[in-house]
């Protein structure tokens, strides 16, 4: 175990000091890789040594390198060793991070990561959660308990609204779906020019359908969009929905972590008025996949929702100050995501972090500099927690422009040093990078705009 451990643990440090000198990303197509992996599963055993070299020359190469330097294309995620062998950890001791008795000391470990969320976040005390798959499990639980708390009689339910705005994740829609609530009953309140829902908007929407005998039961606000790194009127929408008697979900999953730097607390204002909040520990936090998490201001709300004792589960139940996480979620058998966050935080320290963070919000900046000096380039949306929408001016009409930048996308991805994205912005195309991620540095943020001008110039 020992010397085969040593050989994975080789192969991962290598790959991460070399990334540099890797392209962005290998592919294949699908017969490629049916011919190179696809195959029966074998009657007998075969060595290490050899499905280890089969890994490194078939599998482990064909894939987009999310920690590259040159990698700003999605909301990344660009682990830190430590929160590796968190993982390894984890793993290898194999804990059942569902129930207090069987793990008291990882569970321990999860609530005092969960704490520390709380604090940084601004929540009250007794708010707590726990650690997911990912933002989008963790929505949706959200979801669950919110229509649990507000809505759960079925004729109820067939009347409840659920709103958002019209830059939302999409999995808030589809959280909503799994939730049970009407696929027609899913509002998308309008934003303004910085992208951000208008609360006035969601007040006159919230009334209209009150007027028309439906239910009200939730809002799920952004702090910090995928589109635009747009974080909606935190304390406006909380007051809302004070008011009006509704439960707020804040979908923190990309900008959550920003609270550890100053710009990024002025920017979520408010957040800690929410009755439950989506993060990810796996983007700014640079911990492995998967680990989300779902904070909340009452977790019995979470306990009322999903607890349920079957008589082979009866020895597991706790006392009061203890805590089973299957109980305040739908996973029974769940590992202990805590490791890696833990070993992450604690190996760094959270000054070091905020200065990951901020240089990753920075390099965002320096783009939009860059742009504003080229004039074949015009920006679409700024530069906000370090995402940055931008395209080539062209000529020609709106088809014509979207073609261009399309090529440019193609141009730049295939040369595979460094690899964007795109999204639309009022129906435009716009090309989109992202930029957390704390191998990147503005050498890199320079290279790869003065990659996109000559893509302009030749494409």
């Known amino acids: 175990m020992q010397r085969l451990g040593r050989r994975v643990a080789d192969l991962v440090a290598r790959h991460l000091a070399t990334l540099r000198e890797q392209p962005t990303r290998r592919t294949l197509s699908r017969a490629e890789a049916d011919r190179m992996i696809a195959g029966p599963a074998p009657r007998s055993g075969t060595d290490f040594?050899?499905?280890?070299?089969?890994?490194?020359?078939?599998?482990?190469?064909?894939?987009?390198?999310?920690?590259?330097?040159?990698?700003?294309?999605?909301?990344?995620?660009?682990?830190?060793?430590?929160?590796v062998l968190g993982d390894w950890i984890a793993t290898g001791y194999n804990f059942f991070g569902g129930a207090w008795v069987v793990a008291p000391g990882p569970t321990t470990l999860e609530l005092t990561v969960l704490d520390w969320f709380r604090e940084w976040l601004g929540m009250p005390k007794g708010a707590g959660g726990l650690l997911t798959s990912g933002g989008s499990t963790a929505t949706l639980t959200?979801?669950?308990?919110?229509?649990?708390?507000?809505?759960?009689?079925?004729?109820?339910?067939?009347?409840?609204?659920?709103?958002?705005?019209?830059?939302?994740?999409?999995s808030v829609t589809r959280a909503a779906w799994i939730a049970g609530l009407p696929?027609?009953?899913?509002?998308?309140?309008?934003?303004?020019?910085?992208?951000?829902?208008?609360?006035?908007e969601l007040q006159q929407a919230i009334a209209r359908d009150r007027s028309a005998g439906l239910l009200p039961v939730a809002v799920v606000a952004s702090a910090g969009t995928t589109n635009?790194?747009?974080?909606?009127?935190?304390?406006?929408?909380?007051?809302?929905?004070?008011?009006?008697?509704?439960?707020?979900?804040?979908?923190?999953?990309?900008?959550?972590?920003?609270?550890?730097?100053?710009?990024?607390?002025?920017?979520?204002?408010?957040?800690?008025?929410?009755?439950?909040?989506?993060l990810d520990p796996h983007k700014w936090l640079f911990v492995p996949f998967e680990c989300g998490c779902l904070m909340v201001k009452d977790p019995v709300r979470l306990r009322q929702a999903f607890h349920i004792l079957p008589e082979y589960l009866e020895a597991l139940d706790t006392a009061a100050e203890e805590v089973n996480?299957?109980?305040?979620?739908?996973?029974?058998?769940?590992?202990?995501?805590?490791?890696?966050?833990?070993?992450?935080?604690?190996?760094?320290?959270?000054?070091?972090?905020?200065?990951?963070?901020?240089?990753?919000?920075h390099n965002a900046e320096i783009a939009e500099e860059l742009i504003r000096q080229a004039p074949e380039l015009e920006v679409l949306s700024p530069a906000r927690l370090g995402i940055l929408c931008f395209r080539a001016r062209g000529?020609?009409?709106a088809t014509t422009v979207d073609?261009?930048?399309?090529?440019?996308?193609?141009?730049?991805n295939d040369n595979a040093r460094y690899f964007i994205s795109t999204t639309r912005l009022n129906g435009a195309l716009a090309l989109r990078i992202c930029t957390p991620g704390f191998?990147?540095?503005?050498?890199?943020?320079?290279?790869?705009?003065?990659e996109i001008r000559e893509a302009a110039a030749s494409v």
């Open 49 to 83: 040594e050899t499905l280890l070299a089969k890994l490194e020359r078939d599998v482990i190469p064909y894939h987009t390198r999310e920690p590259h330097p040159g990698f700003v294309a999605y909301v990344q995620s660009c682990s830190a060793f430590p929160a």
């Open 142 to 170: 959200a979801v669950v308990a919110a229509r649990h708390a507000m809505c759960d009689d079925p004729a109820r339910l067939a009347k409840a609204v659920l709103y958002t705005s019209d830059q939302a994740h999409s």
């Open 183 to 200: 696929r027609d009953h899913i509002r998308a309140a309008p934003v303004d020019a910085e992208w951000r829902m208008k609360p006035d």
């Open 395 to 397: 000529t020609g009409d």
């Open 325 to 361: 996480f299957a109980d305040l979620g739908e996973q029974l058998s769940r590992y202990s995501r805590a490791f890696k966050v833990w070993l992450c935080v604690q190996y760094y320290g959270t000054e070091a972090l905020s200065e990951a963070i901020e240089r990753g919000i």
């Open 403 to 412: 073609a261009l930048n399309q090529r440019i996308l193609q141009r730049v």
């Open 228 to 278: 635009t790194g747009a974080v909606d009127p935190l304390v406006a929408i909380a007051d809302l929905c004070k008011r009006e008697g509704l439960w707020l979900h804040v979908d923190a999953a990309y900008g959550g972590f920003t609270v550890l730097t100053d710009r990024g607390r002025r920017m979520l204002d408010g957040i800690g008025l929410a009755d439950s909040i989506t």
């Open 439 to 450: 191998r990147t540095r503005p050498k890199d943020i320079e290279g790869l705009i003065g």
